[in-house]
Each structure stands twice: as structure tokens, then as C-alpha cells.
């Protein structure tokens, strides 16, 4: 039981910690994350030991992260005597870097599956990640006004890029809009649920990240949705002639535009200038109005890297190697490095091939699936985590399209987080 509430306690500490050093984007953050997983997966081996057997939550999202790993595994073996390179992976030393990567999120995975698994270790866990996202959010709104406090180098609190603190944030929304919809707190948790989710939606619209209004607009539509079921089975539950349709249209869509009207404030609050900025730039995006030794936008990225995949339609480049390889296909001046493809699908296909394709369309599908399956529970507090963990999952996944959140260390944990709440079949708390 010591054993238990210790690794209970340090996966919350690792939600909490891992985003302040700058997202854990650096050699030297990312490394210490890994370094504390496994700590983390030793006390849980010793647990085993001592105990006599191994308790470990079965879910099916781990076997596609264990395919990956095996992906990686694949791509670093030795495949040829000479040649410019001996293996798939145009740089075996980064991929096998990622290996350790994906090893190590999936032991924090089951982790999290199997030790934050009873209604009390749920709510919160959910509890951490919502003041978590509502600090960062305020920090970083307060950066804007007096000018950089804890992270000298970070604009948006603990992050440098815009995105990926919008990306953080608008899965911290889809928490709180899960406890919003969901009815299960008391009148003035609600006004706290509803100050966070306000928080969290301010320092979206002060990042100006056009992916992540995108994002946040399409999570408040889910969460609208996703309650539609939630409203039949509680009027079904009181009322045995059934619910009323035109009642639950109406609470849905008063949902989704206070929701709205909620992205619209805190766009007021802190400042529309620079988000107005962004998108009057995508026009320029779109049209070619540059000699393309000049060009650098998310167009001539994504167009780079479907030659790069059609190259390489297999088994990829190289989890990790994508930055080496792109330079083949660059058609820009290279004034401007890039190392991602600014899209986490394709970049999954050009490091991975088809096959990593298809093992990130099976997770998004056994996610959703079990997710929607794990939702039809009639506690109404697992539900409500389950609603909202899976609406920050397809916030992110949303914001996919246009960015690579998941290549960020705090936000691919925050992910997997979700993803495990959002899945685990939960119990309920044992004395």
C-alpha cells in the first residue's frame, strides 16, 4: 500500500513539474523526464517483488505504442555490411533516443492506467491538471503585462513557442468543460470549473495560435455534442417517459454557445491584436507570392515532406531523423532549420512510413472507441473525467493537423495522461 500511494503521489508531482522547464523540450529536460518514469517503474517492479505478483491495468492503447517500439527497434538494426548507412533510420542514434522516448511513455501510460484508476485517484489527478494548466495560463498571461517572470526565456510561461502553450492548455479546458457538462459539482465548483475553463481559454486567445482557436472551437463543439447522452440517460433516469428532444437541443446548444461566448470574452480580455495578426497571414500562406528559395511557411513544409513520404512509403526515414532527411527536399534558401513537419500525422508517416501511419489511425481509434465505450458508466464523476479527458484528447488531436504538440515531452505526457483517464475502466475507491 506504500508502495502504491508513492507511485500515486510522484505521477501527479511528474504532471505538475514536467512542463516548467521549458516543456521539457531540451536534451537535458526530456532525459530527466525518462530518467524519473523509469524511477517511477523500478518502485512499481519492486512492488511486484515484494507482493508476489505484478497489478497492471490491461488497455488495448498500449499495444499500438508497443508496435511503435518496435517500429523503432526495426529501424536501427543493422540491415547492410556498406553503403552510405546500415540501417533503416538515416540517424540510428537519434532513433534509438526516440526508442527510449516511446519506452518510456509507455510505462508512464500504464502507470497512470493502473494507479490512477478509483474515483478519488481520478478526480484528482484531473484536480493537478487543471491548477497546473490554470498557473501556466496565468503566468503567461501575466508575462504579457509585466514582461517575463520564472522563465526568461519563455514567452507563454514555462513554453517559447505559442502553440504548444495553447496546445497544453485547450486539454486542461476539455477537464474542466468534462466536470462543467457532466453536473457532478456543487454550485460554487461549478463557478471555479467555470473561472478555470476562462483562465485556460484567455491564454489560448492571448498564444494568437490560429491552430489552437481552431482547436478550442472544435473541443467546445465535442463537448456540446458529447452531452447530448449524458442529458438522455439523466432524464431517463428521472423521468420514465423519456426526455424531452427539444430540451436536450436546447441545453446542448446553450452549452456550446456559452462555451463561445466564453472563447469570445477571454479573446477581449486579453487582447485580440495579435490572433488577428496571425490570420490575416495565412492568405500569404496560401498564395505564392515568393520565389520559392524564399519561401517558409506551413504549405512548402507539408509539400517537402509528401515528396519525402513518397520516397520512403514503408517503414520511414527514422523516428527522430526527419530533420536530417529534409534538407533533400527543401526547397527554401535553409535560412530557416527545420526539424519538424508542423503536422504530427505526417510526420508520424515520414518517420514511421505507412506502417507508423496506420499504428497512430489504430491508437486514435481504440482511444475514441474505448473512450465512448468507458463513458456509458452510470457513476456520473468517472463519466464526467471520462468526457472531458477525451474532449482535451480531441482537442489536441484537432490541433494535430497543423502542429506537433506531441513532440513536445510535457505535452505528449499530458496526452497520454488523458488518454489513460479517458480509457481505464475505472472501480471505485477502496478502503
Known sequence: MIFEKFIFY???????LTPLPYGA???????????????????????????????IATNPLALP???????????????ASGGERRTISYDAYVTSQAAIK???SICFFLLIATFVRDDNRRYLAGAVIIAMCVLIALVGIGQSYIGKMLWQRGSYG???????????????????GGLIIGRVVKQLMLAICASCALAMCAGVA???????????????????????????????????????RAGILLRSAAAMLLGFAALGGATL??????LIQNISQTEGEIVDEVPPSERFSRREIWSATSRLIKDHPYIGV?????QFVYTRYDQSSGAQRVEQSHNDYLQIVADAGLVGGLIALAFLILLFARGFSAAQTRNLESRAITMGALAGCFAIAVHSFVEFNLQITSNAQLFLALAALATSKHKHHEE
Do not use: Y
Request: hydrophobic residues 60%; charged residues 10%; aromatic residues 8%.
Open 10 to 16: 510522484a505521477l501527479l508531482a511528474l504532471l505538475a
Open 25 to 55: 523540450v531540451e536534451v537535458w529536460s526530456t532525459a530527466l523526464w525518462e530518467i524519473c518514469v523509469f524511477a517511477v517503474t523500478l518502485i512499481w517492479a519492486a512492488q511486484a517483488a515484494i507482493e508476489g505478483r505484478l497489478k
Open 65 to 79: 505504442l508497443i508496435a511503435l517500439l518496435g517500429v523503432a527497434v526495426v529501424q536501427i538494426l543493422p540491415m
Open 102 to 104: 516511446i519506452f518510456a
Open 158 to 176: 514555462p513554453f517559447v513557442n505559442r502553440n504548444h502553450f495553447a496546445g497544453f492548455l485547450e486539454m486542461g479546458v476539455g477537464l474542466a
Open 206 to 244: 492571448l498564444s494568437a495560435s490560429r491552430g489552437g482557436i481552431l482547436a478550442l472551437a472544435a473541443e467546445i463543439v465535442f463537448l456540446a455534442i458529447i452531452a447530448i447522452p449524458n442529458f438522455i440517460s439523466s432524464r431517463k433516469s428521472k423521468d420514465s417517459l423519456g426526455p424531452s
Open 269 to 274: 480580455l486579453v487582447g485580440s491584436e495579435g
Open 318 to 322: 527514422g523516428l527522430g531523423a526527419f
